[in-house]
């Protein structure tokens, strides 16, 4: 079993869509990260959170530290947002999940 | 500033070659990570330097992988004679300090071992 559990593995959504993605981890964390990358593109950081939630834009983090569960929410979902969502626990070094493809279509 | 860069972009080495890959972090940041990704797989944790301290090589796949980070700045990656698994995109990280800290990410060489 992975440290780190993302799902769904794959995503498509129709423009204007609410988003969820979930992060579950096993492992004792200083805090989690969501990053993003694009199609043959570089990766991004989106979020680095330890509890509670944090906002950016249309996007949105949180985290329930007890339940050792994360989610990435995308509120009116637009194409430029499709992308590969990884989540990664932080101990002394990043452990990855799998990722998410995510495809929003116009 | 500059952001994190890495070189070259793309690498192409027949197999048994030894291969340099080069990550300049950004300036200030103590804490360095490198990353492999393989086509169609996740992102894995290969060697992470933080500071002074013994860097932390427990991702390295074998002995044939090995790492340096010169002056607390400028990283070199190097594989020893490469394999065709050896074939992936190389990220370079590097932040303020611990794996709590946001990292920011190179654009990645892709080397090919044909």
């Known amino acids: 079993k992975n440290e780190v559990e993302q799902s769904p593995q794959n995503l498509t959504a129709q423009e204007g869509e609410f988003i969820t993605i979930n992060c579950s981890y096993s492992v004792g964390i200083s805090a989690l990260h969501w990053l993003q990358q694009h199609p043959g593109g570089g990766i991004v950081s989106l979020f680095m959170?330890?509890?509670g939630k944090k906002k950016h834009g249309r996007l949105i983090a949180t985290i329930n530290i007890q339940e050792k569960h994360s989610s990435l929410h995308i509120t009116a979902s637009h194409p430029r947002d499709s992308a590969v969502y990884i989540c990664a626990a932080a101990k002394n070094k990043l452990i990855f999940g799998t990722g998410t493809l995510l495809a929003v279509q116009p | 500033g500059a952001g994190v860069s890495q070189s070259p972009s793309n690498k192409v080495t027949e197999k048994g070659k030894d291969v340099e890959l080069r990550c300049d972090p950004i300036?200030?940041?103590?804490?360095l990570y490198w990353y492999r990704q393989s086509l169609g797989q996740g992102l894995e944790f290969l060697i992470y330097?933080?500071?002074?301290?013994?860097?932390?090589k427990s991702g390295l796949p074998s002995d044939r992988f090995s790492a340096e980070r010169t002056g607390g700045s400028v990283s070199t990656l190097t594989i020893q004679r490469t394999q065709q698994e050896d074939s992936a995109v190389y990220l370079c990280a590097s932040s303020f300090g611990l794996a709590h800290e946001t990292q920011y990410f190179g654009p990645g060489t892709r080397l090919l071992v044909l």
């Open positions: 959170l330890s509890s």
């Open positions: 300036s200030g940041h103590t804490a």
């Open positions: 330097f933080q500071g002074n301290s013994a860097p932390d």
